[in-house]
Protein backbone atom coordinates (compact mmCIF):
# COMPACT_ATOMS: atom_id res chain seq x y z
CA UNK A 1 0.00 0.00 0.00
CA UNK A 2 1.68 3.38 -1.25
CA UNK A 3 1.71 5.88 1.75
CA UNK A 4 3.31 9.42 1.71
CA UNK A 5 2.58 10.68 5.44
CA UNK A 6 3.71 14.41 6.02
CA UNK A 7 4.85 15.54 9.68
CA UNK A 8 6.32 18.85 10.93
CA UNK A 9 3.79 21.54 9.97
CA UNK A 10 2.57 24.14 12.97
CA UNK A 11 2.07 27.63 13.87
CA UNK A 12 5.16 29.98 13.10
CA UNK A 13 5.80 33.46 13.67
CA UNK A 14 6.87 35.34 10.80
CA UNK A 15 10.38 35.17 10.38
CA UNK A 16 10.90 31.81 11.91
CA UNK A 17 11.96 28.35 10.62
CA UNK A 18 9.85 25.22 9.96
CA UNK A 19 11.45 21.68 8.33
CA UNK A 20 8.66 19.79 7.35
CA UNK A 21 9.06 16.00 6.51
CA UNK A 22 7.62 13.51 4.35
CA UNK A 23 7.66 10.09 4.96
CA UNK A 24 6.97 7.42 2.10
CA UNK A 25 6.27 3.78 1.32
CA UNK A 26 4.66 0.87 -0.75
CA UNK A 27 6.62 1.80 -3.93
CA UNK A 28 10.50 1.93 -5.24
CA UNK A 29 11.48 5.47 -3.79
CA UNK A 30 14.53 5.97 -6.22
CA UNK A 31 12.23 5.68 -8.97
CA UNK A 32 10.34 8.92 -8.38
CA UNK A 33 11.38 12.17 -8.34
CA UNK A 34 9.63 14.13 -5.46
CA UNK A 35 8.34 17.09 -4.36
CA UNK A 36 6.30 19.39 -2.45
CA UNK A 37 3.20 21.59 -2.94
CA UNK A 38 1.04 23.77 -0.99
CA UNK A 39 -2.35 25.22 -1.30
CA UNK A 40 -3.45 28.49 0.47
CA UNK A 41 -7.49 28.76 1.30
CA UNK A 42 -9.22 29.90 -2.42
CA UNK A 43 -6.11 29.33 -4.47
CA UNK A 44 -4.54 26.60 -6.43
CA UNK A 45 -2.54 24.40 -5.33
CA UNK A 46 1.08 24.92 -6.64
CA UNK A 47 4.33 23.45 -6.98
CA UNK A 48 7.14 24.95 -4.21
CA UNK A 49 9.99 22.82 -4.25
CA UNK A 50 10.93 18.91 -6.13
CA UNK A 51 13.84 17.22 -6.59
CA UNK A 52 15.00 14.42 -8.51
CA UNK A 53 15.07 10.48 -7.64
CA UNK A 54 18.32 10.69 -7.02
CA UNK A 55 18.84 14.12 -5.83
CA UNK A 56 21.03 15.92 -8.58
CA UNK A 57 18.06 18.47 -9.76
CA UNK A 58 16.51 20.57 -7.33
CA UNK A 59 13.92 23.64 -8.48
CA UNK A 60 11.85 25.69 -6.77
CA UNK A 61 9.26 28.52 -7.10
CA UNK A 62 10.19 31.75 -7.57
CA UNK A 63 8.21 33.16 -4.34
CA UNK A 64 10.39 30.18 -2.09
CA UNK A 65 14.36 30.80 -3.77
CA UNK A 66 16.81 31.10 -1.11
CA UNK A 67 14.15 30.51 1.60
CA UNK A 68 13.45 26.77 1.37
CA UNK A 69 15.44 23.84 0.48
CA UNK A 70 14.31 20.46 -0.37
CA UNK A 71 16.24 17.10 0.16
CA UNK A 72 15.80 13.49 0.39
CA UNK A 73 17.08 10.20 2.42
CA UNK A 74 16.69 7.53 -0.46
CA UNK A 75 18.23 4.66 2.03
CA UNK A 76 15.08 6.03 4.70
CA UNK A 77 12.43 6.62 1.74
CA UNK A 78 11.92 10.22 2.85
CA UNK A 79 11.82 13.78 2.01
CA UNK A 80 12.37 17.28 3.63
CA UNK A 81 11.97 20.74 2.85
CA UNK A 82 13.23 23.13 4.95
CA UNK A 83 11.30 26.72 5.16
CA UNK A 84 13.13 29.80 6.46
CA UNK A 85 12.54 33.28 6.69
CA UNK A 86 8.54 32.51 6.55
CA UNK A 87 6.16 34.84 5.90
CA UNK A 88 2.22 35.09 6.45
CA UNK A 89 2.14 34.26 2.55
CA UNK A 90 3.35 31.17 3.42
CA UNK A 91 0.27 29.74 4.97
CA UNK A 92 -1.16 26.84 3.64
CA UNK A 93 -1.72 23.17 3.42
CA UNK A 94 1.34 21.73 2.10
CA UNK A 95 1.28 18.41 0.50
CA UNK A 96 4.09 15.89 -0.49
CA UNK A 97 4.09 13.86 -4.47
CA UNK A 98 5.88 11.16 -5.63
CA UNK A 99 6.18 10.86 -9.34
CA UNK A 100 7.41 9.25 -12.45
CA UNK A 101 6.75 8.73 -16.03
CA UNK A 102 3.19 7.48 -15.42
CA UNK A 103 2.18 7.74 -11.96
CA UNK A 104 1.55 10.05 -8.71
CA UNK A 105 1.00 9.50 -5.47
CA UNK A 106 -0.21 12.75 -3.07
CA UNK A 107 0.44 12.94 0.70
CA UNK A 108 -2.82 14.11 2.95
CA UNK A 109 -0.68 17.58 3.47
CA UNK A 110 0.23 19.29 6.99
CA UNK A 111 -0.88 22.55 7.72
CA UNK A 112 1.71 25.74 8.03
CA UNK A 113 -0.03 28.99 9.58
CA UNK A 114 2.55 31.85 9.67
CA UNK A 115 1.18 34.62 12.44
CA UNK A 116 1.91 36.18 15.17
Known amino acids: QVQLVESGGGLVQPGGSLRLSCAASGFTFTMYSMSWHRQAPGKERELVAS????????NYADSVKGRFTISRDNARYTVGLQMNSLTPEDTAVYYC?????????WGQGTQVTVSS
Open 97 to 105: NAQNYNRAY
Open 51 to 58: ISNHGATT
